[in-house]
């Protein structure tokens, strides 16, 4: 309910390096591997009890591989990427009860790609090929203020203003098209302690987005501006939450989405978990407005879902921990993705899935295993809906030998469907992975990663074309086996 509508699915906290030490910590990684690719990266972390900052830069690119069947002679080239990236997170504590911080994030590359279906060349009358690529430009700058009033009322504001700016272009004519979107926002939360028991998180939030591009749309913009509360309960017998979240979108209207959890402890090792929620996914401008029509649709609709799930928790030992839930998801105008990329919406469908995860250390080694089945269905059609396999298997290992760590990974992924109309399969696959790092001494480590170490062929997609001149049909390949190695640098000063 706290993080709005691109939350349907789920949130993922991810923490950026803060130093945790005082002084001065830098750090150097160069790495190399198949098919051209080069990793660099260097960064400097410090601070003192008051004040920690960490700057980073890094730049990535590779040769990359041809995912495509040929369909023109200049369908067959390697498709490159390049990304250069630099970072800034600082913070400092004024008081013990007022912190302020800012980050600074800017990422931008060139991304080549295939086009298996041509452009209409209007002089010629005929479909030619193409060379395209993608100049690209992520960035983002937000700042905050965290303030504790007092032992029961901690609040936090922040703003942040983010830009994504696309540049398509072809290396063998002058097309190109321009489509860039920019967000402000504004977030303030507040912690509130009542009792021993009780507290509660709420707030609001507000966001306005934008868009430029080279093709000209009726709606260029749109707010969201949302209020959201949530009750936390902890007792001896069972520990509650309660949520509600108020959206208002200037597109789509209001929407109302409710949570709660009930959580009950069967004994210190195990506990049971009941849990309702409610989700709204409003279409990004890039489903709505995108410049090539075959990849947008200005007609969608915000998809709605309605979650269910009980899960269980148990520490069966010290080195063995076991989760598993049962989940139902119902969705309304559920937006998927058709065979040419298109964002659709699917009047109704449903999710039914079972997961689990094991947690086991056995003879020095770290292991982890997962269990996916799912049956995603259209509920009008009740055809599978398309890419989305129905049963996924994965195995981590991992052992530390003194100063070298070894790992594997191993994933199989049951076979799917391309279509909404389930007539195009995609056949199930497995990969097996290996990594290993060597520590020469405290400053220096060597790594090394192999991905597909048996080399199998697969595909998570298929593309196709009516023009029965050209390959129908045909998988967009995968990389097959690749290889990492690296150095990375650590030292004292």
């Known amino acids: 309910m706290i993080y709005g509508s691109d939350a349907i699915g789920g949130v993922i906290q991810v923490f950026t390096r803060r130093n945790a030490e005082p002084g001065l910590q830098p750090r150097l990684k160069l790495g190399f591997g198949s098919n051209q690719t080069w990793e660099r990266s260097l960064g400097l972390s ?56 800012f980050n600074l994030l800017d990422s931008r590359g060139k991304s080549e790609y295939d086009n298996s279906f041509g452009r209409y060349d209007v002089a010629s009358g005929q479909t030619v090929g193409q060379k395209p690529y993608t100049d690209y430009t992520v960035s983002s700058a937000s700042g905050y203020v965290d303030t504790t009033f007092n032992q029961r009322w901690q609040s936090r504001l922040e703003l942040g203003h983010s830009e994504n700016r696309d540049t398509k272009r072809d290396t063998l004519s002058d097309d190109f098209s321009v489509f860039n979107t920019y967000r402000d926002s504004v977030n303030w939360q507040n912690d509130l302690t009542l009792d021993d028991q009780n507290s509660l998180i709420l707030g609001g939030d507000w966001y306005e987005d934008r868009f430029h591009g ?52 069967l004994n210190s090792n195990n506990d049971l978990l009941l849990s309702y929620s409610e989700g709204l996914r409003a279409p990004t401008f890039n489903d709505l407005y995108y410049p090539d029509i075959q990849y947008s649709n200005p007609n969608l609709q ?30 309304s105008d559920a937006i998927i993705l058709d065979r040419a990329g298109k964002p659709q919406n699917v009047a109704t ?115 196709s074309y009516d023009d029965p001149a050209f390959l129908n049909n045909q998988d967009y390949r995968e990389e097959g086996r690749v290889w990492r190695v690296g150095v990375t640098w650590t030292p004292d000063i």
């Open 46 to 101: 410090g601070g003192d009890e008051h004040t920690r900052f960490n700057l980073g830069a890094s730049l990535d690119e590779t040769a990359g591989i041809n995912s495509t069947h040929t369909s023109f002679p200049s369908d067959g080239d390697h498709d490159a990427y390049r990304n250069q990236s630099l970072s800034l997170n600082l913070s400092h504590a004024f008081t013990d009860e007022l912190e302020v911080g």
């Open 214 to 265: 080279s093709t000209t749309f009726t709606e260029n913009s749109r707010w969201n501006r949302a209020a959201f509360v949530q009750h936390r309960f902890h007792g001896d017998g069972f520990s509650t939450e309660l949520g509600l979240r108020l959206d208002q979108n200037q597109q789509f209207g209001g929407q109302n989405s409710w949570s709660g959890t009930v959580t009950l402890p």
């Open 302 to 331: 915000p998809e709605t879902s309605k979650s269910y799930e009980l899960q269980w928790r148990s520490q069966l030992s010290d080195s063995t921990r076991l989760e598993a839930s049962l989940y139902r998801t119902d969705l």
């Open 349 to 463: 469908a449903r999710i039914n899935g079972f997961e689990a995860a094991l947690k086991q250390e056995l003879f020095g080694w770290q292991g982890n295993l997962g269990l996916a089945l799912i049956d995603p269905r259209d509920r009008d059609s009740g055809h599978t809906l398309a890419r989305r396999a129905r049963r996924t298997l994965s195995l981590d290992l991992d052992r530390q030998f003194d100063k070298v760590s070894v790992g594997a990974s191993w994933q199989a992924i049951s076979s799917s469907y391309d279509d909404q109309d389930n007539t195009q399969q995609l056949g199930g696959y497995a990969l097996l992975g290996l990594r290993s790092r060597w520590a020469l001494s405290r400053e220096v480590a060597l790594s090394l990663k192999v991905d597909n170490l048996l080399d199998r062929a697969y595909a998570r997609a298929r593309y």
